[in-house]
């Protein structure tokens, strides 16, 4: 603002807003009353809010909110919470585990299998690091892995090795529809899905889908003439279902 000057013509306006709130329409809050948080989870939460930009403030330990964020913010808790509750408590004795020798496979499988089981835990580099109170459990789930009993049989699981093998295979097929050592490797992976149960910490619908997949792909590579853009479009499709996993 500036002093009107002579060459200035008509009056000028100057409105002054945000202020909204003061004339009664503030929206109504929601108030959760988070008491029972520790410390840490109050301030992961609000770190969580912030990101996402959900607007709210902070009346000691208790969260308010907008009452139009209500369900929005309930969902963001609900996650919250989730993830707290497989957190490592600092206070509890805790154990670690070296995971240097272990391929992506294995770790994708054990860390699955801690989720599924709800055990706490934490990952540092080549180091996972538990409670201490469920170290024999934790034991027990690293063995499995580690140790498989034997070759996959009818009944059994099969060995999270052949996941990664399968896809090595789906791979050379891919760049080369003919490749011998491709074919033979999706044709012992379609065996082994066709009789032995998911590996361990696979989900067993999954694993019947990659079943039906070798199986197709086989029957392609043994058809004749062979059609190798159906092969390599078969083989594409079974590799990208088993990269998350690889």
Same mark, same amino acid.
């Given at each position: 603002m500036s002093r009107r000057g002579e060459e200035d013509e008509g009056r000028a306006e100057v409105k002054i807003t945000g202020f909204g709130d003061l004339d009664g329409d503030r929206p109504d809050e929601m108030l959760f009353e988070l008491d029972d948080w520790s410390e840490a989870g109050r301030r992961l939460l609000g770190e969580r809010l912030t990101l996402?930009?959900?607007?709210? %403030?902070?009346? +000691? @330990? %208790?969260? !308010?909110?907008? *009452? %139009?964020? *209500?369900?929005?913010?309930?969902? !963001? /808790?609900?996650?919250? *919470?989730? *993830? /707290?509750?497989?957190?490592?408590?600092?206070?509890?004795?805790?154990?670690?585990?070296?995971?240097? +020798?272990? #391929?992506? !496979?294995?770790?994708?499988?054990?860390?699955e299998a801690l989720e599924d089981e709800a055990i706490a835990f934490a990952m540092e580099g080549d180091e996972l690091f538990v409670h201490e109170i469920d170290e024999q459990r934790v034991d027990e789930l690293v063995n499995v892995i580690v140790e498989p009993e034997g070759e996959p049989s009818a009944g059994g699981e099969a060995r999270t090795e052949v996941m990664g093998e399968l896809f090595v295979g @789906? #791979?050379?097929? !891919?760049? $080369?529809?003919?490749?011998? $050592?491709?074919?033979?490797?999706?044709? #012992?992976? @379609?065996?082994? @899905?066709?009789?032995a149960g998911p590996p361990y910490g696979m989900d067993r619908a999954w694993w019947e889908d990659i079943g039906v997949r070798c199986t197709a792909l086989v029957a392609t590579l043994h058809a004749v003439p062979v059609d190798e853009d159906l092969v390599v479009e078969q083989a594409t499709g079974l590799r990208d279902a088993l990269r998350p996993f690889v």
């Open positions: 996402l930009g959900a607007p709210h %403030t902070w009346e +000691g @330990a %208790t969260l !308010v909110v907008s *009452e %139009t964020d *209500e369900a929005w913010v309930e969902r !963001v /808790l609900d996650q919250v *919470e989730d *993830e /707290l509750s497989v957190s490592l408590d600092p206070d509890v004795e805790q154990v670690g585990y070296d995971l240097a +020798g272990w #391929d992506d !496979v294995n770790r994708s499988v054990l860390v @789906a #791979d050379r097929l !891919v760049h $080369e529809p003919g490749d011998s $050592e491709g074919r033979r490797t999706i044709a #012992d992976g @379609a065996q082994v @899905a066709a009789t």
